[in-house]
């Protein structure tokens, strides 16, 4: 365990807070305080931290104080020394004699160095700053960077409001991460060249540090329920069509909530998967139904008829020019929000009648260029690669008896993109290139099967699924999945297989004369 002698003036806030948080299984060993009186020896000494007091006498040298402090340190053992707020300047006698020696500045050294940084920074104008944790030295706030952190100023900030944020924001991070790279002992102190190295500190698609920079868009009416504030932030880097920058073509209607820029950002995602003319209705992140054709009123009437009782209020995304007749079919039921890569005039004319039918315009498709997704959680944010991989022809491997037509096919390759979208436990069930029956967000995945068979019984308008396709976002561990799909009519089942129970699940299959083929990979979508 790294060990810590922390040094502090007044309340030493960075040092209680490194002891609550342990970073790397880090602890303070003795918290010293040049002012009897501090604040900080009360805060250890709760937490059961041994404390030492060593005032500087009236007319005594730094030379003769350090001397005191190195003395009242002795009894202790550690590894680094933490400054936090310790108002003395420390010379190389002390430094030459104790372990690495850490402080914090509230600034992106080397700029708006000194006491009055906050002061420095308002005066400037400069629009970031943030705090910077370095090896100190016996020149002042000039020692090796180990690691910064970085906060925007405000225009209504002043030193107060900055000096509060640089501190929970900034040096809250900031610290304990040092502290984490030396107890995990990644860091190198060059003495000669006067720099810091830290293994592991690479870049690459998963960087080891982060720097998100993202300008408020908008404040939004209230995020997922009236109750709570929400914002929608803006990434002017990306640059892939998104609803986030696509302007809203009906002046006058409300603006776009936090549940319509999710709903949306979830149907234009899905609709980017296909080449032809592709529609969708999405409700509460999930597809109501998804269709291909040749013309995009086909497609989206198709989408549509899937389950128009749950569309209702949905969002519609289309991949092409919206036009009059596919227009005419939007509003012809209630809906929220449609996007699309460009309107014709007749096709605004339509739309925009209906007063708070909300239009956006995403422009031209184009390329997939965002790579990665990201979720804050409480604590932090999960990072990962987007699930831009579907199968072809070529990776399907027939496990059944009985093989797949040329259209089956089509309509497994069909399933599992719009299936991708689908939250899991996720089944879907398709007939040519139209949805049939979404079963979706199960936590049992044979019950899955059973609510898209529901889906396709009672709510889809003109379709069966009599002889459709199901497909699966992961494995089917046991065999009552598929009992249950050959009950709805089921013809043939793409999976990814992988259970233990695999020979039995096909067994199934074969007994029912289905076909059955497996794709070696998961699409799973929890959010």
Not at 187 to 195: H, L, Y
Not at 232 to 244: I, K, L, R, S
Not at 432 to 459: I, N
Not at 475 to 490: T, V
Request: proline fraction near 4%; glycine fraction near 8%; include cysteine.
């Amino acid at each position: 365990m790294l060990r810590i002698a922390g040094l502090a003036s007044n309340r030493g806030r960075n040092l209680r807070h490194i002891a609550d948080a342990a970073p790397g299984g880090a602890g303070l060993s003795v918290v010293l305080s040049n002012h009897d009186d501090a604040p900080v020896l009360d805060a250890a000494a709760e937490r059961g931290v041994p404390t030492e007091s060593v005032e500087r006498e009236e007319g005594e040298s730094r030379e003769s104080h350090e001397r005191r402090v190195l003395d009242a340190l002795d009894g202790y053992q550690f590894d680094l020394v933490c400054l936090d707020g310790y108002m003395r300047v420390l010379t190389n006698e002390f430094l030459d004699a104790a372990p690495t020696t850490l402080n914090v500045h509230p600034s992106l050294l080397p700029v708006f160095p000194g006491n009055d940084a906050h002061e420095q920074v308002l005066e400037s104008g400069v629009r970031t700053t943030g705090c910077t944790v370095h090896v100190v030295t016996e020149e002042v706030d000039a020692g090796p960077i180990v690691t910064q952190e970085a906060v925007p100023v405000f225009e209504d900030d002043d030193e107060a409001s900055l000096k509060e944020r640089v501190l929970y924001d900034a040096e809250f991070a900031a610290y304990p991460r040092a502290v984490r790279l030396f107890a995990e002992d990644r860091v190198t102190v060059d003495s000669e060249s006067g720099r810091v190295s830290v293994e592991g500190d690479e870049g690459g698609d998963l960087p080891s540090r982060r720097v998100v920079s993202e300008r408020r868009g908008d404040t939004l009416r209230y995020g997922e329920n009236p109750h709570q504030d929400a914002a929608v932030y803006v990434d002017d880097a990306c640059e892939e069509a998104n609803v986030v920058s696509a302007p809203q073509l009906n002046e006058g209607a409300k603006a776009l909530s936090y549940n319509n820029y999710n709903d949306a950002d979830g149907a234009l995602d899905l609709v980017k998967e296909f080449e032809e003319p592709a529609a969708a209705v999405i409700k509460h992140t999930n597809p109501a139904g998804c269709a291909t054709a040749e013309t995009l009123s086909e497609a989206y009437e198709r989408a549509l008829s899937t389950d128009p009782m749950s569309a209702f209020g949905g969002i519609v995304a289309l991949n092409r020019e919206c036009d009059a007749e596919t227009a005419e079919l939007v509003v012809d039921s209630f809906k929220e929000v449609v996007v699309a890569p460009g309107y014709t005039d007749d096709a605004l004319s339509v739309l925009t009648e209906k007063k708070n039918l909300r239009v956006l315009d995403v422009g031209e498709l184009g390329d997939i260029s965002e790579r990665f997704t990201e979720k804050p959680i409480v604590g932090g944010r999960l990072v990962q690669e987007r699930d831009l991989w579907s199968p072809t022809v070529d990776d399907l491997e027939v496990v059944t008896e009985r093989e797949p037509t040329d259209e089956q096919l089509e309509t497994m390759l069909f399933a599992w993109k719009v299936l991708k979208h689908v939250k899991s436990n996720g089944i879907l069930f398709a007939d040519g290139t139209e949805t049939v029956g979404v079963g979706m967000g199960q936590v049992s995945r044979v019950d899955a099967v059973r609510l898209a068979a529901m889906k396709a019984d009672e709510h889809a308008e003109g379709k069966s699924a009599e002889g459709a396709v199901m497909a699966s976002d992961a494995f089917f561990p046991f065999p009552d999945g598929i009992e249950e799909a050959a009950k709805a009519g089921i013809d043939a089942v793409i999976q990814p297989g992988g259970s233990v129970n695999d020979d039995d699940v096909v067994a199934a299959a074969d007994e029912h004369d289905m076909v059955m083929v497996f794709t070696g990979r998961r699409c799973f979508r929890h959010d």
